[in-house]
Structures are given as structure tokens and as C-alpha cells.
T-cell receptor, first 112, second 115 residues
Framework: QKEVEQNSGPLSVPEGAIASLNCTYSDRVSQSFFWYRQYSGKSPELIMSIYSNGDKEDGRFTAQLNKASQYVSLLIRDSQPSDSATYLCAVKFGTGGFKTIFGAGTRLFVKA | GAVVSQHPSRVICKSGTSVKIECRSLDFQATTMFWYRQFPKQSLMLMATSNEGSKATYEQGVEKDKFLINHASLTLSTLTVTSAHPEDSSFYIC???????????FGQGTRLTVV
């Protein structure tokens, strides 16, 4: 079983819509969760980090974490064509652990 | 956010030669650095975890004698791909963390092509 799972997509949404990206993970001890955005040929850039259950909002982005369900999501409101990229879910495993494992990524296309 | 610089950004080498990739944390001391490899349209695969002054911890299936990692200081880690072959052609990315409670910052990545 993969440690971090994402739907590879592609996910296609019209400009202005809400894009919803989902991620599940296998380690119940995980404490830290991240969403990265990666454009083709570039390295990932951090969008959001979330550490406790609930929602965390930053501009048009909202991260949601549910540790009981081992589920983390990212909502992008008012999607723009420039949001078109691959979104990577990352989980830092284990209490005090350093290892960060990435999901396969979800490709998002925002149509103008 | 913190700055991690990776060099070179692109390298082409002949089969059988070795290539060294540098990863530097420019404005913070990185207790731990990570090396990832990414093949086209695939996710980042963790190769190894590098702590300053100690041997790197390699993920299962990664050959430590082929991918030599040196973390000589709190701001520099190097990955040397030895006796490179065309199947080693990939996008190699490093990341660094300040401490166990912070997020990782990525270098720009190195596109390695072995011909």
C-alpha cells in the first residue's frame, strides 16, 4: 500500500470555479502535512502546511485535515489558468521523524 | 521562505562518467537535507536523507555506492552519481529543513541527461 495517495487526475475545472484536491495517508502518527505546487520542469513550491485538524485558509487556498480519517485536502477558490499545475500532497511521517513522503500528484487544468 | 540553491540546473554527461550535484541552504542552517529523483510525469521519489556530519540514510532500492551523498556542513550537501548510465537520466531535487518542526524548502532541481 502506498503511504501517500492522490488521484492523478487530470482534474479540469473552468476558470472561477473551486478546485478540490484530495489526499489520503497511511501513517496514523503523522503530524505534518503539506501541499506543494509543481510546474512542469520546475521544483515544487510550498503552498500550504497544516498540522492540526480543521481548516486553514490562506488567500484563495484552504487546506483541510482530518486525522481520524487520515485525509487532507486542498481547495482552490476562484481558480485561474495560472493555477494549472501538478499539486503534490506531502506527509512528514512519524513523531519527530524527518522523512517527508510525496503523493503521486494531481494534475490540475483550469480552463479559461 | 528560506532559499535553497542547487547547482547545476542542467547537465549532460557521457555514460560511465560521474556527476556531482550541489545543494546549498543560503540563509539558514539545514539540519537535514533530502535528495529526490523524479522521472517524467511521476512523483518525487525519496532517495536518501542526509544529516550533517553523518552517513546518509538511503531508501530501499537506492544504491548507496552509486549515489554518493556527502553532507559536510550545515549548509551544503552533495550528490554524486557515479558511473552514470542513460537510465540515471532524471530530474534530481534536493530539499532542506531547518529543524524537525518546519517545512522543507526545495532547490531548483538538476536535469541530468546521460548520453
Amino acid at each position: 500500500q502506498k503511504e501517500v495517495e492522490q488521484n492523478s487526475g487530470p482534474l479540469s475545472v473552468p476558470e472561477g470555479a473551486i478546485a478540490s484536491l484530495n489526499c489520503t495517508y497511511s501513517d496514523r502518527v503523522s503530524q505534518s502535512f503539506f501541499w506543494y505546487r509543481q510546474y512542469s520542469g520546475k521544483s515544487p513550491e510550498l503552498i500550504m502546511s497544516i498540522y492540526s485538524n480543521g481548516d486553514k485558509e490562506d488567500g484563495r487556498f484552504t487546506a483541510q485535515l482530518n486525522k481520524a480519517s487520515q485525509y487532507v485536502s486542498l481547495l482552490i477558490r476562484d481558480s485561474q489558468p495560472s493555477d494549472s499545475a501538478t499539486y503534490l500532497c506531502a506527509v512528514k511521517f512519524g513523531t519527530g521523524g524527518f522523512k517527508t513522503i510525496f503523493g503521486a500528484g494531481t494534475r490540475l487544468f483550469v480552463k479559461a | 521562505g528560506a532559499v535553497v540553491s542547487q547547482h547545476p540546473s542542467r547537465v549532460i554527461c557521457k555514460s560511465g562518467t560521474s556527476v556531482k550535484i550541489e545543494c546549498r541552504s543560503l540563509d539558514f542552517q539545514a539540519t537535514t537535507m533530502f535528495w529526490y529523483r523524479q522521472f517524467p510525469k511521476q512523483s518525487l521519489m525519496l532517495m536518501a536523507t542526509s544529516n550533517e556530519g553523518s552517513k546518509a540514510t538511503y531508501e530501499q532500492g537506492v544504491e548507496k555506492d552509486k549515489f554518493l551523498i556527502n553532507h559536510a556542513s550545515l549548509t551544503l550537501s552533495t550528490l554524486t552519481v557515479t558511473s552514470a548510465h542513460p537510465e540515471d537520466s532524471s530530474f534530481y531535487i534536493c530539499s532542506a529543513i531547518r529543524d524537525m518542526n518546519t517545512e522543507a524548502f526545495f532547490g531548483q532541481g538538476t536535469r541530468l541527461t546521460v548520453v
